[in-house]
């Protein structure tokens, strides 16, 4: 079998497109792999499925594929574009990647399983690409899942705030308590953050929520009040943070009445 016909198995390629090219960069453990589609082809626009023919090209773009004999391995190319006369000038949607991606779909497919099984440091190691490009990879997988999230009422909720770093650093996370998933998570522990969730329910998913469990944060119990219909009978207070006042209000009172003896 030729080179370009085992790459163009190995990328998951498929009419019309095809493997023109292959550059091995042994010092670099490296393989570049250029593929290219014969001329005279119609494209369907991206918007509307309607063929149209070929407008340009856009320049070349790069996206790391899964390794091949323990090489890095880059796809090359240089996408299409069609003029579509009701929605204009577009890319093509092409087969191995996701629009914005540096990234071929197996290979972000690999990265989330390994990202699912250890941290991001790690992660950045075995697959051999920086921090930043993990936490890119992990960023669009969560986009990808909430993009076919059914939307559904949460009857028993619950929040709470978790310190992720030194200096008082804090998120807010949002749980379904039937189900035991996290629903939500948002940079600090404000008002606003907490109504940021609330703020994408509909109507009817807000009337469908029965109680909310939260501590005594006074923001967090703020944007309830100001978000969630009937929040008073639907507000409940952790046992932990209850018994943490009283045990406080217990000690006040010992000792006043300590110093009054």
């Known amino acids: 079998m030729q080179a370009?016909?085992?790459?163009?198995?190995l990328l998951g390629l498929e009419k019309p497109w095809f493997v023109?090219?292959?550059k091995l960069n042994i010092k670099e453990q490296r393989i570049?792999?250029?593929?290219?589609?014969?001329?005279?082809?119609?494209?369907?626009?991206?918007?509307?499925?309607h063929e149209h023919s070929l407008y340009d090209h856009t320049d070349e773009r790069?996206?790391?594929h899964l390794d091949s004999c323990q090489f890095m391995t880059y796809l090359h190319a240089s996408p299409p574009r069609v003029?579509?006369?009701?929605?204009?000038?577009?890319?093509?949607?092409?087969?191995?990647?996701?629009?914005?991606?540096?990234?071929?779909?197996l290979f972000e497919w690999l990265a989330i399983e390994v990202l699912l099984h250890t941290d991001v440091k790690g992660a950045s190691q075995i697959l051999r690409i920086t921090w930043d490009?993990?936490?890119?990879?992990?960023?669009?997988?969560?986009?990808?899942?909430?993009?076919?999230?059914?939307?559904?009422?949460?009857?028993?909720?619950g929040v709470d705030e978790k310190a992720v770093a030194k200096g008082h650093e804090y998120i807010t996370l949002v749980n379904d308590l039937d189900q035991g998933v996290v629903d939500f998570i948002g940079d600090g522990r404000t008002k606003?953050?907490?109504?940021?969730?609330?703020?994408?329910l509909t109507p009817q998913q807000l009337v469908g929520i029965q109680a909310i469990a939260m501590d005594?944060?006074?923001?967090?119990?703020?944007?309830?009040?100001?978000?969630?219909?009937?929040?008073?009978?639907?507000?409940?207070?952790?046992?932990?943070?209850?018994?943490?006042?009283?045990?406080?209000?217990?000690?006040?009172?010992?000792?006043?009445?300590?110093?009054?003896?």
């Not at 009978?233 to 046992?239: E, G, I, T, Y």
């Open 133 to 157: 490009e993990a936490w890119h990879l992990m960023e669009r997988a969560v986009e990808r899942g909430l993009k076919v999230k059914e939307s559904s009422i949460h009857n028993h909720l």
């Open 20 to 22: 023109s090219d292959i």
């Open 192 to 200: 606003d953050t907490l109504k940021g969730y609330f703020s994408g």
């Open 216 to 261: 005594m944060w006074e923001p967090y119990a703020q944007a309830m009040r100001e978000s969630v219909p009937d929040p008073e009978s639907k507000l409940v207070h952790d046992p932990y943070h209850i018994m943490s006042h009283i045990g406080q209000a217990v000690d006040k009172v010992r000792r006043q009445e300590s110093r009054s003896l």
């Open 4 to 9: 370009t016909e085992l790459y163009k198995h």
């Open 62 to 64: 790069v996206w790391r």
């Open 32 to 49: 570049d792999v250029w593929v290219d589609h014969p001329k005279g082809m119609t494209w369907p626009c991206p918007s509307c499925g």
């Open 83 to 105: 003029q579509c006369p009701e929605h204009g000038i577009h890319q093509v949607i092409l087969p191995w990647a996701e629009a914005r991606s540096r990234f071929t779909a």
